[in-house]
């Protein structure tokens, strides 16, 4: 039977929730990182709305592919190719999760998962939130790695980025079992305008209430 994607799409959209796990310790960043930080910075801040192909792979070999929505403040939708039956859509203070083959539906404050700081009004590697515990230069390519400082033990989130120009190329999670998940990101649009309607949930089933934002 093959693996369902939510067992390990969890970890990597969702919320890294398991109580142990790894730590790694604030960096102090150099000059230059700091520079390249302020330049990533920029850069984020002046994505208001993407659209993008995105893969996402484990390390047990599962992959599964789509297209992520993401329009800022707020607002994310991951709509995976079918036969994937998941749909991943932040309306702007919630993330909800529905499964169609289960018809089971998920939802859970934005601020509580790993990728909300993609979605804030303003991005800041400074913010109380986030704290840079790693910083790597390659030939064309920047890597960083961050941390919630209340939760370090919960995961890390890594983002990697091509220099020249500066693009969002991937993120890698570790969640708090050191479990790896990666989405890569290709076809990338920003700044483009995009319906409402992607993000909007409505739940197929109209007898259900369990959207905190109708109650």
Excluded at 39 to 54: C, G, V
Aim: glycine residues 6%; aromatic residues 8%.
């Amino acid at each position: 039977m093959a693996k369902r994607p939510f067992r390990w799409l969890a970890p990597a959209l969702l919320i890294l929730c398991l109580s142990a796990g790894v730590t790694a310790a604030e960096v102090v960043p150099t000059p230059a990182q700091r520079e390249a930080l302020d330049k990533i910075e920029t850069y984020l801040n002046d994505i208001r709305s993407m659209h993008a192909r995105f893969v996402q792979f484990d390390e047990a070999g599962g992959v599964v592919a789509g297209d992520l929505y993401l329009r800022r403040p707020g607002q994310l939708r991951f709509e995976y190719t079918p036969p994937s039956p998941i749909l991943i859509v932040a309306t702007g203070r919630t993330l909800v999760f529905f499964d169609a083959e289960l018809d089971q539906v998920t939802y859970l404050p934005l601020s509580a998962t790993p990728l909300a700081f993609l979605v804030a009004d303003q991005f800041s590697f400074t913010h109380k939130d986030i704290e840079v515990t790693g910083i790597q230069r390659d030939p064309g390519v920047i890597s960083v790695a961050i941390v919630d400082p209340d939760n370090p033990g919960e995961g890390e989130v890594t983002l990697v980025f091509s220099d020249a120009p500066l693009t969002l190329r991937q993120w890698r999670v570790v969640d708090a079992q050191g479990k790896k998940t990666t989405v890569a990101l290709s076809e990338i649009r920003t700044n483009l305008a995009l319906d409402n309607a992607l993000f909007r949930f409505v739940d197929p089933n109209p007898f259900r209430n369990t959207d905190p934002d109708r109650n």
